[in-house]
Structure formats: structure tokens, C-alpha cells
């Protein structure tokens, strides 16, 4: 079974300040991991993912996310803060074996990032 | 690529009736997945279909729900005798087969507020 801890439910930062917002799973499989951000009344979209290769990855709107096997990490970074990045932010961890798998998403509960001028 | 659609956005019923959702995956993806959000947490899985097999359904899916997806388009779940319960955000979300982008689209949701 996987499972994912979100690490602070809500964060609050300065504009312009760093954003860290912390993710650990679990996983008895090569996981795939992934950052998902949702606006209010809207579905999830997408910020990045890792699969395989490259520990460090970069996605949408200036964040990344480092993928730590021995500390089973995937934390969720942005140097400077924008108020547009006000929203929620799920970790979620699928396994990455091919063959077999459905690839289904379990998620963390999520971490209210709020952004203040 | 049109993006996953979900209909209806919202829906306000009383507890007892039935209610039927509807997912548009994006074309080309022969993964189709539901998810159900209540508020402050996180998706959890629901059922999730290749082409037209609903290949794994989770605990949380009751004798209440049923899924389908004929000729593996669009996909259907519906709710009988709807609970207070069962009032959340109902996700559905498309994936390429085996490999591809490796990452799930999600649409819009569908709100169920049962009274």
C-alpha cells in the first residue's frame, strides 16, 4: 500500500519570500511522485512530476521538487513567491512499474499555501 | 486535445434520489479514473477503467455506486439513494495507456451537495 503525509496543512508566506511546502510517502515500489496545485472550485492541474531519471525536477510557474529516496522525500519549492500562488497544493505518489499497473493516484490531504502582500 | 470534461459542475439533490455524472476523458486516453473529494481532504480513489473494463474498484465505492463506460468513451457514475455522505466533489481524471506522459488530466469536478 502507498501513502502520502503532507507535513502542515496550512502554510502561510510573505510575498516574495520562499515557499517550502514538505511531502513524504510511502511506497514497497519504485514510486512515481507528483505535485498537484487546485484553485478554488476547480479541478487539479498539474505542477510536475518524477518518474525516473533526474532527482531534481522543474515544472509550471517556477516550482520544483527533489526527489529524496533515502529520506522518502518530494518536497515542493519556489524561490519568490507571487500572490498567484494562493491556492492548494496536493502530494500524490502512484507506483511506476509497467505491466500491470493502473497507475492510480493516492494523495496527501493537502497543504493551504496562502500568500500575503 | 480538449481537456477533460465533467457534467453537470454542480448539482443540489435530496437525500434518497439518484444521481448520474458524466466524464469526457481527453480522446486517445483508454485510462479513465474517479476520485471523490470531501472538503479539507485530499482525492481518494474510487474505480478506475481501461477501455470499457472497470478493472478495480476501491472499498469506497458501496453497493450505491455504479460506474460504467460503454464502448470506452465517456464514463457514468452514478449514486442511488443518495446520502448526506456522499456530498463531495467528484473528480474524474484520463491517462495514456502504458507509458506516454505518464500523468493524469484531471477535469473540472462535479459538486453534489445531498440535502
Known amino acids: 500500500a502507498q501513502s502520502v503525509t503532507q507535513l502542515g496543512s496550512h502554510v502561510s508566506v510573505s510575498e516574495g519570500a520562499l515557499v517550502l511546502l514538505r511531502c513524504n510517502y510511502s511506497?514497497?515500489?519504485?514510486?512515481?511522485l507528483f505535485w498537484y496545485v487546485q484553485y478554488p472550485n476547480q479541478g487539479l492541474q498539474l505542477l510536475l512530476k518524477?518518474?525516473?531519471?533526474?532527482?531534481l525536477v522543474k515544472g509550471i510557474n517556477g516550482f520544483e521538487a527533489e526527489f529524496k529516496k533515502s529520506e522518502t522525500s518530494f518536497h515542493l519549492t519556489k524561490p519568490s513567491a507571487h500572490m498567484s500562488d494562493a491556492a492548494e497544493y496536493f502530494c500524490?505518489?502512484?507506483?511506476?512499474?509497467?505491466?500491470?499497473?493502473?497507475?492510480?493516484?493516492?494523495f496527501g490531504k493537502g497543504t493551504l499555501l496562502t500568500v500575503n502582500p | 486535445d480538449t481537456g477533460v470534461s465533467q457534467d453537470p459542475r454542480h448539482k443540489i439533490t435530496k437525500r434518497g434520489q439518484n444521481v448520474t455524472f458524466r466524464c469526457d476523458p481527453i480522446?486517445?486516453?483508454?485510462?479513465l479514473y474517479w476520485y471523490r473529494q470531501t472538503l479539507g481532504q485530499g482525492p481518494e480513489f474510487l474505480t478506475y477503467?481501461?477501455?470499457?473494463?472497470?478493472?478495480?474498484k476501491s472499498r469506497l465505492l458501496s453497493d450505491r455506486f455504479s460506474a460504467e463506460r460503454p464502448k470506452g468513451s465517456f464514463s457514468t457514475l452514478e449514486i442511488q439513494r443518495t446520502e448526506q455522505g456522499d456530498s463531495a466533489m467528484y473528480l474524474c481524471?484520463?491517462?495514456?495507456?502504458?507509458?506516454?506522459?505518464?500523468?493524469?488530466?484531471f477535469g473540472p469536478g462535479t459538486r453534489l451537495t445531498v440535502l
Open positions: 511506497s514497497s515500489v519504485p514510486p512515481y
Open positions: 480522446s486517445e486516453h483508454n485510462r
Open positions: 500524490a505518489v502512484s507506483d511506476g512499474i509497467w505491466g500491470g499497473s493502473n497507475y492510480k493516484l493516492t
Open positions: 481524471a484520463s491517462r495514456e495507456a502504458t507509458g506516454g506522459r505518464n500523468e493524469q488530466f
Open positions: 518524477y518518474t525516473t531519471g533526474a532527482t
Open positions: 477503467f481501461q477501455n470499457e473494463a472497470q478493472l478495480e
